[in-house]
């Protein structure tokens, strides 16, 4: 019911939702001055952003692919769905791997971080070098090509068309992922540094396979709000008070000392919930918090948080140091911020905007449509 009427508008609230996730992982790495105590431990819990991204993604893939890829597989849909995907993220992600390979002297080639590879590295220094956010593009690599097996086998096992078994299939990857936490936390494992070959920061955090569970939910979330999705007058309050629980418990969660640094926090923990606000956003626009999502101000910023998450860490030296004062600090805060979102949104008008075109035009020329269905990349570019 809900497919033939929004499956190719553009969802608003989702593209001012990137904004929040992106900010989030922002405030993780510059802590805001003047902060202690649970707040400070819940701004340096924004790590959560990046699983808010991925579940994101595959709700978006989903939204916009599921039933072209459930319907006619077929070698020309995946060629232009997988230029799609590299024109969508690449272009900007080379332009930083280069400028992190020429800022930091290096004598060879990142190729690892060129093709995107690092996140699989033991290696802490290779999976976070060069331009440290970047790790998170080469999870997201993963999954794009991941997609294209991934609903055969769903379609198969009727999960799409089947409102139970798609409730199953949720149940059990949260069960799959709520296992993987409690092994890692029983086995003794949740205290290893970071950097620690063995953690599950590594293995749940940025292992790219271990983040499918993510990509799934919301593979799931987008099939049930094009096929399931209740939007009565009942339906819609429901879904709206789901938006500002789940939205609730994520800034709970954030906050929780217990939680902070967990193996359930780098992944589980913030990905239900993060699935249950998307949905809500996505299934009732019409809610305080979509609205505001949907402002012409917060649409535009989504659009640019892919480069305003690239460049954040490279516009480091641009942050200030030490001054005394809270109100001198968290002004100069504020003017740092400002200054990484104006880059970001030049480079999606300078750079992003125009290099996902041309990488398209030259890579898939445009096709006579097979109907007279609105493509998927008309909302995917503001979208995703």
């Not at 900010?23 to 707040?39: E, K, R």
């Amino acid at each position: 019911m809900q497919a033939s009427q929004t499956a190719r508008d553009n969802i608003d609230p989702l593209t001012g939702f990137r904004f929040l996730a992106a900010m989030l992982v922002f405030v993780s790495h510059y802590d805001i001055p003047g902060l202690s105590g649970t707040a400070l431990r819940a701004t340096r819990s924004g790590y959560a952003g990046v699983t808010l991204f991925f579940v994101l993604s595959g709700f978006v893939i989903g939204y916009n692919y599921l039933d072209r890829f459930e319907s006619r597989m077929s070698a020309g849909l995946v060629r232009d769905y997988l230029v799609a995907r590299l024109a969508r993220v690449y272009p900007l992600y080379v332009c930083f791997i280069v400028f992190g390979y020429l800022a930091q002297g290096m004598t060879s080639l990142p190729w690892t971080h060129l093709f995107a590879l690092q996140p699989w590295s033991a290696d802490s220094k290779v999976a976070f070098g060069v331009n440290a956010a970047a790790w998170s593009i080469g999870v997201e690599a993963f999954l794009y090509l991941a997609f294209p097996l991934l609903v055969p086998v769903l379609a198969w096992l009727k999960v799409l068309s089947s409102l139970r078994r798609l409730q199953v299939a949720a149940v059990v990857v949260v069960a799959a992922m709520l296992y993987a936490a409690v092994y890692f936390t029983s086995a003794g494992l949740a205290d290893l540094p970071l950097e620690h070959p063995a953690s599950p920061h590594r293995w749940l955090y940025r292992v790219p396979a271990f983040r499918l569970g993510d990509f799934l939910l919301g593979i799931l979330g987008a099939t049930f709000f094009l096929r399931y999705a209740r939007t009565d007058a009942q339906g819609l309050r429901r879904w709206s008070m789901v938006t500002y629980l789940a939205a609730v418990l994520i800034l709970l969660l954030l906050a929780a000392r217990k939680n902070f640094h967990s193996a359930f926090s780098w992944d589980l923990a913030y990905a239900v919930p993060a699935m249950l606000m998307i949905l809500g956003l996505a299934i009732n626009r019409g809610s305080a918090l979509s609205r505001f999502l949907s402002s012409p101000a917060l649409v535009l910023l989504g659009e640019s948080s892919y480069a305003f998450y690239l460049v954040h860490l490279p516009a480091a030296p641009m942050h200030h140091g030490t001054v005394r004062g809270v109100p001198y600090e968290l002004a100069l805060y504020l003017v740092f911020l400002g200054l990484v979102i104006a880059l970001s949104i030049g480079l999606h008008i300078a750079i992003e905007t125009p290099a996902r075109r041309w990488l398209r035009q030259r890579l898939a020329p445009a096709r006579a449509p097979a109907d007279t269905r609105r493509p998927p990349e008309a909302a995917e570019a503001r979208l995703h």
